[in-house]
């Protein structure tokens, strides 16, 4: 039998690398070729043949460790070999995914690879009580990167295995927010055409109609400066967050700045956009409780809870299937109606329409959701000391759909509204100036404008300021 052949080329190079032989012995790769299995790896298998680097030095090292990736993931991610050899292939995939391949894609080189966890010449069965994956010393082998890390560390594996019911679980949940996105967006892409065709011919209408008009002389408060200050804080801080998040998800990086000062620098960005979110929703809260002004928005926007569908339709509403309360639901029909043709009476709407009511519970109920799942991905150590990995990758998949779903919902209902109808186009002002003209107040708000000019009439100071 040949000295390079499958069965004898670990002995052969054990004649010089003695104590990387020995370590090997140990492995399942080793036993497996024992055994007469003809894919188990062997020394050429990671380290080629007459082509083998010398692995000396620091840098020389860390390169070959960080290459165990794609080095085991040409065994362990090839479906054949997954099913005739009875593990399974979706670890590659569940890693590469993951925060460390992640973060390893785009050159970070703090994070964990294959060799980090599970060792390199060594590899042991998860069963071996001398492996470094064995429960018994999870904890000790993750304990070596965060720091904190207990016995019960992220008990209950690691790796995705879709076998077990905490990961069907992963699995549903992501497959639910999928389908929730590709619905949404579908229903609001539809309500946007009906309703940018109607108040498209809506527009030409007036203008043709009154092409001298002047505009009326008063204009309306709509937006105060500490309301406008809050919406562009919030503003800023979402764009952070969305620029900061999706680079690691999509490999984003800044070419001026090395792979792990970058990967740093995003995770702190993220961080900090995130306290600055969760100041502002705070400071929000404060300003609904505390001020007059405050209690009156918050009433002109949380409807009135009588009855059970009341509760409903507020708790659909966060989860963005529709307006908090009836009389919005009937607003909302009666402006499909109006907008397809079926009727030429347009709602007279208040002080918020049903769909700036449903953008503002989705925010709030998102915000809550991203700060929830947000902290339990910044503290991974105390949480993954008293829950099952499966747990945290729940709240890893909610976080990262929210985010998409967050994202996409901005681009097609909320820049829709303020930039792309045809009465705001290119873009609405209000949150520059915080006022409407009356013509705007009269077309866009007309019961609100009732209220204001019959308040008006009892107090000539309320509500519109002559410019």
């Known amino acids: 039998m040949s000295a390079v052949g499958r069965y004898r080329v670990a002995t052969t190079c054990a004649r010089c690398h003695e104590e990387s032989q020995a370590a090997y012995a140990k492995s399942v790769h080793a036993s497996a070729v024992q055994l007469g299995n003809p894919h188990a790896a062997t020394c050429v298998s990671c380290h080629g043949g007459h082509d083998t680097e010398a692995v000396r030095g620091s840098e020389a090292t860390a390169a070959a460790l960080r290459r165990s990736a794609q080095d085991c993931a040409s065994c362990h991610g090839d479906i054949r ?18 925060f460390h391949g992640l973060a390893a894609a ?21 069963a071996d009580s001398g492996a470094r ?7 000790a082998t993750c304990g070596s990167c965060h720091v904190g890390a207990t016995a019960t560390f992220a008990a209950g594996g690691i790796h995705h295995t879709p076998t077990t019911a905490g990961h069907r679980l992963v699995e549903s949940v992501r497959a639910m927010y999928v389908v929730l996105i590709a619905a949404l967006l579908t229903l609001m892409a539809l309500h946007n055409v009906a309703d940018w065709q109607r108040a498209w011919r809506d527009r030409r209408r007036r203008v043709a109609a009154e092409p001298a008009a002047m505009p009326h002389a008063a204009d309306y408060l709509r937006f105060t400066r500490n309301e406008r200050l809050q919406h562009w804080w919030l503003v800023a801080s979402f764009v952070v967050l969305v620029l900061s998040g999706f680079a690691l998800r999509f490999g984003w990086t800044l070419p001026v700045l090395g792979p792990s000062m970058g990967a740093l620098l995003r995770a702190w960005a993220h961080r900090t956009a995130a306290l600055a979110l969760l100041a502002g929703g705070l400071y929000h809260l404060g300003y609904l409780a505390l001020t007059v002004r405050g209690r009156a928005l918050i009433g002109a926007l949380l409807p009135r809870l009588r009855r059970v569908r009341d509760a409903l339709c507020l708790a659909g509403c966060c989860l963005r299937l529709g307006p908090p309360s009836v009389p919005d639901w009937k607003e909302l029909i009666q402006t499909l109606r109006y907008n397809i043709g079926v009727t030429d009476v347009r709602p007279r709407v208040g002080r918020f329409s049903y769909a700036e009511k449903m953008e503002y519970f989705a925010l709030v109920w998102g915000t809550v959701v991203m700060a929830a799942t947000g902290l339990v991905l910044w503290l991974e150590v105390p949480f993954l000391n008293r829950f099952p990995f499966w747990a945290f990758q729940v709240a890893s998949v909610v976080h990262l759909y929210e985010a998409i779903l967050a994202t996409l919902a901005i681009v097609v209902w909320h820049f829709y509204f303020v930039m792309l109808r045809p009465d705001v186009f290119p873009l609405s002002k209000v949150m520059c100036t915080g006022r409407l003209s009356r013509d705007q107040m009269e077309h866009e708000h007309p019961r609100e404008l009732e209220e204001l000019e019959a308040a008006k009439s009892q107090r000539p100071d309320a509500g519109a300021v002559q410019t």
Not at 81 to 98: E, I, M, P, Q
Not at 133 to 139: D, I, K, L, Y
């Open 81 to 98: 070999l997954a099913g005739d050899h009875g593990f399974t292939a979706a670890v590659v995939s569940d890693y590469r995914g993951s």
């Open 106 to 126: 785009i050159g970070d080189r703090r994070v964990a690879n294959c060799a980090s966890c599970h060792g390199n010449h060594d590899i042991r069965s998860a």
């Open 133 to 139: 994956t064995h429960p018994a010393n999870v904890g």
